[in-house]
């Protein structure tokens, strides 16, 4: 058996396959574009069959003739997004359902008015929002023919992402992990499986579902009719989590905050089963021998897509990278703040109504101000997220950050000081696809834990140290929630 670990990757927009060395050094890549199908405003729908085909199509150029070197499989995946499929041909019912999909607003908002929220939130950590599996399940059944009769015959299998993957590399097994179990409304956070009060709050019958499984072990088997020989799967983790554990973030307090198109913060609350009083969100890091870690979750809706509406909305900058060199120019924004509620706010306000501000402008107020004040607003928007984690008993000991915004040297250097936290950036930022490296050679038995395993893998990191005045840090805070109190 050899050493290597094969990653898949199977992002929102993209599908990746990876080979990794027991150290974590990424050795190859091959990654596929995904068609993004929007039939109607707020619907997003990928191909399953196109998930499956191209992921199949990376591993193979990867894994090449070595397939004999790879210990095991991990697999990370988009979250949320519901596959349905037929589990005798193996074909996919319908479109899948993308986590950003909207449709099923009005029915978690009837939901919410008869009064189910508090207890959906108590048992699974999650909100009623259009964003979590079940009521896209739901509307699967209602809305889809296939799917519908497929219930009836007893052939129906739902599954999200990593599930559709595994039941295709293995022949059929029908499972889902643990930590993408958490995000579908139907796993209670300390039940083993899906939930039939839950199953019945959102109209699924159980056995349309896959059995749930930890996070590393040894959980099915990839025929060798893929890449000529049988490997294990041995990982299989929801994106944010997997992030979450390629940090290295696996001690109680311990926090990562992923920069990309939005902003997702999670912070490890070890054995505890999380109760927000602050609407973060209650889900599972990981799960070994059936024992559960578990996370807060808080996510803002936008951070790099600020610097995107920047450069091709108001044509302020040529490039993302830009906005650095402007936010050095000057020693201050000049008191103009930005408060990023482009689609509404996220965590822990959930207002989808709030809009964008832009306030403090003044003749003075140029492009540089403006780039300035963008960057600012991740770190004030980390900051208001903090004190929700804090006011839950989740605070932050440090911050460490990925994502393509991370690039930033002087947005690391803002969040550190308006943290007041150090802050703590990998080299190698493809976190999330370690993440899955990491739990399947622990699965493997390649390590005897994800910390051990974490400890060999991770690389080296550069540290922030936080460098202003209380009185500076004060005075940015109070103009940014001034301007937050009227988005
Ligand atoms: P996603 O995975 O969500 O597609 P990425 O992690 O690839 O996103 O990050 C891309 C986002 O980061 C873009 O929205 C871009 O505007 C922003 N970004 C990339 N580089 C920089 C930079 N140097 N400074 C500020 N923002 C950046």
Sequence with gaps: MGAKILVLDAGTTSTRAMIFDHEGRMERVSQADLTQHYPRPGWVEHDAAEIWSKTLQCMRDVAGDDAGDIAAIGITNQRETVVAWDRNSGEPLARAIVWQDRRTADFCRQLHEEGHED????????????????????????????????????????????????????????????SNASRTLLLPLDGAQFDAGLCDLFGIARHALPEVVDTQGKLATCEADWLGTAIPICGLVGDQQSATIGQGCLAFGQTKATYGTGAFVLTNKGRDVPH?????????????????????????FVAGSLIQYLRDQLGLIKSAAETEELARSIGDSGEVVIVPALAGLGAPHWKPDARGVISGLSFASGRAQIARAALEAMAHQTCDLASAFTGDDAPWTSLRIDGGMSANDWMAQDLADILDLEVERPEFVETTALGAAICASVGAGLYATLEEAAEAMRGATQIFIPNISAETREARLTRYFKALSVA
């Design 119 to 178: 207890i959906v939130h108590e048992r699974t950590g999650l909100l009623l929002d259009p964003y979590f599996s079940g009521t896209k399940m739901r509307w699967m059944l209602h809305h889809e023919e296939a799917v519908g009769a497929a219930a009836q015959s007893g052939t129906l299998a739902f599954g999200t992402v990593e599930s559709w993957l595994v039941f295709k590399l293995s022949g059929g097994h029908h499972i889902s992990d643990a």
């Design 276 to 300: 927000s009083n602050h609407r973060l969100l209650g889900t599972v890091l990981s799960q070994t021998d059936g024992n559960r870690t578990y996370a807060l979750e808080g996510s803002c």
